[in-house]
């Protein structure tokens, strides 16, 4: 869950916005091979040096909630939009 305190975030998005400043043409032109670097290593800092396999699992679940309430919250209301715009595939049964 990505809500958490105002506190928090002002310090995490200062940190981040810092980040994504460094980069001279804009994090957002990162090629695919290199946003994936940029994930994987920011999850590999996060992982304990004793880790355990419970850690990897809790770092799949984290990276699978973050899939998710993206997909809740960007694409299915644009997938909706879309179905409006040029009809449903589904029959009307399901």
Do not use: W
Request: glycine content about 4%; charged content about 30%.
């Amino acid at each position: 869950m990505p809500y958490i305190r105002q506190i928090y975030r002002d310090k995490i998005d200062a940190a981040l916005q810092q980040f994504c400043d460094s980069f001279p043409h804009g994090i957002h032109t990162l090629e695919e091979g290199e946003m994936n670097y940029v994930i994987t290593k920011f999850l590999l800092m996060s992982i304990p040096d004793s880790a355990k396999y419970r850690d990897y699992e809790r770092i799949i679940g984290r990276i699978e909630m973050v899939k998710q309430e993206m997909y809740r919250r960007m694409i299915a209301p644009y997938e909706d939009k879309k179905k409006e715009e040029n009809g449903d595939v589904f029959p009307q049964s399901v």
